[in-house]
């Protein structure tokens, strides 16, 4: 860049962020109207398509760079990209979010909060301790077997996800405590 230009364009880098910023809360914002909208026609609850339609959605671009990265030989990096992002997301973009409701509105409630949102926090937790056994395991090696057995792992989250959620307005197959319809044989 010429030496004329360098003085003009020295803070351009922020305009730049700002729009890109702006430009991600607009796509998302038509992503999940979207998303919500064929979870209406198709009659899919909202759980189901934020685990598997948003969450992929939200998961390629942390993919992408983590395999750039782990291909360039920062295996380390790369899983904390990807630990680091979630847990991101679940603290402070979740508790942002949630903050800023809660100031605005009032108490936040929703029927997923009610409903058997716990079974999927609760899968997250084991496969988070399967992970660390699995990297223990394995002595801090990214080997196939373990990548094959983390897809099927997430093959399975999806499975138990459709089978425990309501679809198409008929009951789940497999009930969970706390979800209509469960008892427990009082």
């Known amino acids: 860049?010429?030496?004329?230009?360098?003085?003009?364009?020295?803070?351009?880098?922020?305009?730049?962020?700002?729009?890109s910023v702006a430009w991600i809360c607009i796509l998302i914002t038509?992503?999940?109207?979207?998303?919500?909208?064929?979870g209406c026609i198709l009659n899919i609850p909202g759980i189901v398509m934020g685990t598997i339609v948003l969450s992929s959605g939200t998961s390629v671009p942390d993919s992408l760079s983590s395999i750039i990265?782990?291909?360039?030989?920062?295996?380390?990096?790369?899983i904390?990209?990807?630990?680091?992002?979630?847990?991101f997301n679940i603290f402070v973009c979740l508790g942002f979010s949630w903050m800023l409701w809660?100031?605005?509105?009032?108490?936040?409630e929703a029927n997923a909060l009610k409903g058997n949102l716990w079974f999927p926090i609760m899968i997250v937790l084991v496969y988070s301790c399967f992970l660390l056994i699995a990297f223990i395991v394995s002595r801090w090696r990214l080997t196939k077997k373990l990548g094959c057995s983390l897809i099927f792992l997430h093959?399975?989250?999806?499975?138990?996800?459709?089978?425990?959620?309501?679809?198409?307005?008929?009951?789940?197959?497999?009930?969970?405590?706390?979800?209509?319809?469960?008892?427990?044989?009082?």
């Open 155 to 186: 093959m399975t989250f999806i499975a138990l996800t459709l089978l425990t959620n309501s679809i198409g307005g008929k009951k789940p197959i497999l009930l969970l405590p706390n979800t209509p319809g469960w008892s427990d044989g009082r």
């Open 1 to 19: 860049m010429p030496e004329s230009m360098r003085d003009k364009c020295k803070y351009w880098f922020m305009w730049n962020f700002g729009v």
């Open 102 to 108: 809660n100031i605005a509105e009032g108490p936040y």
């Open 30 to 38: 038509c992503v999940l109207i979207f998303t919500t909208r064929v």
């Open 80 to 87: 904390a990209n990807v630990l680091g992002s979630n847990i």
């Open 69 to 78: 990265v782990a291909r360039k030989g920062e295996g380390d990096m790369a």
